[in-house]
């Protein structure tokens, strides 16, 4: 091979090399995710799925009884800091009950109630629908609220429920900052596809 053909090709290399490298860390400096929940994850859930990081765990006040009877939450998650967190709370809902007929916009619709029972009727821009997520029946809703108190922003909610074999989880994602609703979109879009039963 002449020496000119050789110096283009290893010029051409070069270039793409580096080309390379800049786009590697193009991509370094983009979002990065772990994955959550199963046996001894710092959130132990009966499903496995996939958060961005940075996030710590939040200590919730659980009622012990209910605890046993029927719902409780193992993972609640502050994700990103400040102006651009969002919450995360991966509750267990129905826990030990037969779930051979169990539905999922069922257990959805009665979980929601139970905390929005204030501000029903401040709800506008609200879905619900049934789906099926990592092959088990499951259901979503969302829903922006604006509540009658001026001092609290409007915010946007997102959920689903999924039924396992042992209870139904629910995941419920949201942001209460100002243009956080096409992050809590991304985010609740992440989760749900990257939701796995754990083995």
Request: glycine share 10%; net charge positive.
């Amino acid at each position: 091979m002449p020496s000119r053909i050789r110096r283009r090709t290893a010029g051409v290399l070069g270039a793409a090399l580096l080309a390379g490298a800049v786009l590697g860390c193009a991509r370094d400096e983009g979002e990065h995710f772990v994955s959550v929940g199963g046996a001894r994850s710092a959130c132990e859930l009966p499903v496995t799925l996939e958060i961005p990081t940075p996030w710590k765990k939040k200590s919730l006040d659980e009622d012990a009884a209910d605890k046993k009877r029927s719902r409780y939450s193992p993972c609640h998650l502050e994700l990103g800091t400040g102006k651009t967190a969002l919450a995360l709370r991966v509750d267990v809902y129905d826990k030990g009950r037969t779930k051979t007929s169990a539905d999922p916009l069922k257990a959805l619709l009665d979980y929601d109630g139970q905390g929005m029972s204030n501000y029903g009727e401040y709800y506008h821009d609200e879905y619900e629908n049934r789906l099926t997520i990592a092959g088990h029946p499951a259901a979503q809703m969302g829903y922006t609220v604006k509540p009658p108190d001026s001092n609290v922003p409007t915010f946007r909610r997102r959920m689903f429920a999924v039924v396992t074999p042992d209870a139904t989880i629910v995941v419920r994602v949201g942001g209460d900052n100002p243009g956080a609703d096409e992050r809590t979109r991304a985010l609740y879009d992440r989760v749900k596809s990257s939701l796995r039963f754990a083995s």
